[in-house]
T-cell receptor, first 115, second 113 residues
């Protein structure tokens, strides 16, 4: 089974520029997560989707971050405008819903550098 | 504040040494517990998990973890490490009434050949 796919793997932008990250979850996984991982830290949840519905976006900085999962499959996370402090790895994960196993499968991440 | 604490940030061991990585959490009530591992250049992957039942959980690659409810701990162990165990290890907790998983800061393990 194919894993979680993310693109791009690396992105370097100047501050105040927009940037977007794309994630395609494992087929059949209804739940999709976006995490932020700063250097030396564990992943921190930004937003969780159940199908196309954002069920937890309490940690998403909504002044500059947005996300969408229009058809309940792949998802896009956007930052506009980017700030120096946004430099981090952005991880996408997916899991089945309702199985009780609650195992999340992670993608390789997108490493963002804001200069 | 609710949190997950991993006390060891960097651990260096020789091959064949025994390993124990500490993890404590501050949530009351029922929890689900996880250890994730990230090998160099690879994705985060699940090492083992505890949902209920036997508090001693066996995972992949000879790892195990013990849930001690009274100590709010879920320490990871391996009796004899290998060079290929070099990786970063993350403890994670899911408070049972909350779908959110909270990760610790991670422990970077380096095994000397």
């Amino acid at each position: 089974e194919a894993g979680v796919v993310q693109s791009p793997r690396y992105k370097i932008i100047e501050k105040k520029q927009p940037v977007a990250f794309w994630c395609n979850p494992i087929s059949g996984h209804n739940t999709l997560y976006w995490y932020l991982q700063n250097l030396g830290q564990g992943p921190e949840l930004l937003i969780r989707y159940e199908n196309e519905e954002a069920v937890d976006d309490s940690q998403l900085p909504k002044d500059r971050f947005s996300a969408e999962r229009l058809k309940g499959v792949d998802s896009t996370l956007k930052i506009q405008p980017a700030e120096l402090g946004d430099s981090a790895v952005y991880l996408c994960a997916s899991s089945r819903t309702g199985t009780g196993l609650y195992e999340q499968y992670f993608g390789p991440g997108t490493r963002l550098t804001v200069t | 504040a609710q949190s997950v604490s991993q006390h060891n940030h960097h651990v260096i061991l020789s091959e064949a040494a025994s390993l124990e990585l500490g993890c404590n959490y501050s949530y009351g009530g029922t929890v689900n517990l996880f250890w994730y591992v990230q090998y160099p250049g690879q994705h985060l992957q699940l090492l083992l998990k505890y949902f209920s039942g036997d508090p001693l959980v066996k995972g992949i690659k000879g790892f195990e973890a013990e849930f001690i409810k009274s100590k709010f701990s879920f320490n990871l162990r391996k009796p004899s490490v290998q060079w290929s165990d070099t990786a970063e290890y993350f403890c994670a907790v899911r408070p049972n009434r909350d779908d959110k998983i909270i990760f610790g800061k991670g422990t970077r393990l380096h095994i000397l050949p």
